[in-house]
């Protein structure tokens, strides 16, 4: 079923590209993320593309969708603020693009990626995307602990105040967002790693983490906001960066001792 599944996601990939190829506008098509790494392929992946154009058919480009070779199966088109688009078909298909110039694309966050279609500059710009783009592991180590501690302080305080959403998102978001981005900056190299996202892939990396923090964002807001500090401090409890007194602060004002 696996190796059904990804020959039918490749040969889509190659359906699109060869539609593309006929439209003298674009300059290149780049897949990117898990779309770049077929290997990885499963049921839920989505294809993940960057459409290269002559500068200036961005937006015109952007808005059609002749190189779908399925497009009247598509029960939602959104463009997003960023100018990204998703398109989602009627058997549970996702296609998440963007269209840029070689320039703009320059500009972007890339990692994983394969160009299959470059009529001039596209790889170029996407080493250059590659070289400029920050990767999870490259961050500030003491930025990251101490806004752990200060995600989990504001979280913690608006559950005891009952702003429940808005406490999740500090918690479940943000204060989890700096807890990975830490242990990306404290691991080795690992190509299994996403650089650019510190929250994908933990299960492979790092699997007793991933099954910790699992249960622990099943807890109340409260709760999990003790349990991530636990958490951090078994991390990186022993380095030199680790804001020992701001967390034994935070302890005593929730009254977690």
């Known amino acids: ?20 190829v006929g439209d003298d506008r674009i300059l ?17 992946s989505d294809h993940d593309l960057a459409i290269i ?12 969708r002749w190189w779908l070779p399925d497009a009247e199966r598509i029960v939602l088109d959104v463009i997003e603020w960023h100018g990204g688009g998703t398109l989602v078909f009627d058997d549970g298909r996702v296609i998440e693009f963007g269209v840029a110039s070689p320039d703009e694309l320059a500009e972007w966050s890339v990692h994983h990626h394969d160009v299959l279609l470059d009529r001039g500059g596209v790889a170029e710009a996407v080493a250059r995307a590659v070289a400029r783009s920050p990767r999870n592991r490259d961050a500030s180590l003491a930025d990251a602990l101490a806004l752990v501690v200060a995600k989990v302080h504001l979280g ?10 808005a406490a999740s998102a500090l918690l479940r978001g943000d204060a989890v967002t700096h807890l990975l981005t830490a242990v990306a900056v404290l691991s080795p190299v690992d190509n299994r790693a996403d650089y650019l996202d510190p929250r994908r892939r933990v299960e492979l ?13 099943r807890l109340d807001d409260v709760a999990l906001a003790g ?17 020992r007194d701001a967390l034994a602060m935070v302890r005593a004002r929730h009254g977690w001792g």
């Open 53 to 64: 154009t002559s500068p200036g058919s961005q937006e015109e480009v952007r808005r059609e």
């Open 227 to 243: 349990r991530l500090l636990e958490l951090l401090e078994s991390v990186a409890g022993h380095r030199p960066e680790f804001p």
């Open 1 to 20: 079923m696996t190796a059904c599944t990804r020959e039918l996601f490749e040969q889509y990939l190659w359906t699109v590209r060869d539609r593309l």
């Open 205 to 217: 990396t790092h699997p007793d983490l991933a099954t910790s923090l699992a249960h622990a964002l």
């Open 156 to 165: 913690a305080g608006k559950a005891r105040r009952g702003e429940a959403l």
């Open 28 to 44: 290149g098509l780049v897949d990117m993320g898990s779309t770049a790494e077929i290997h990885r392929v499963d049921e839920w």
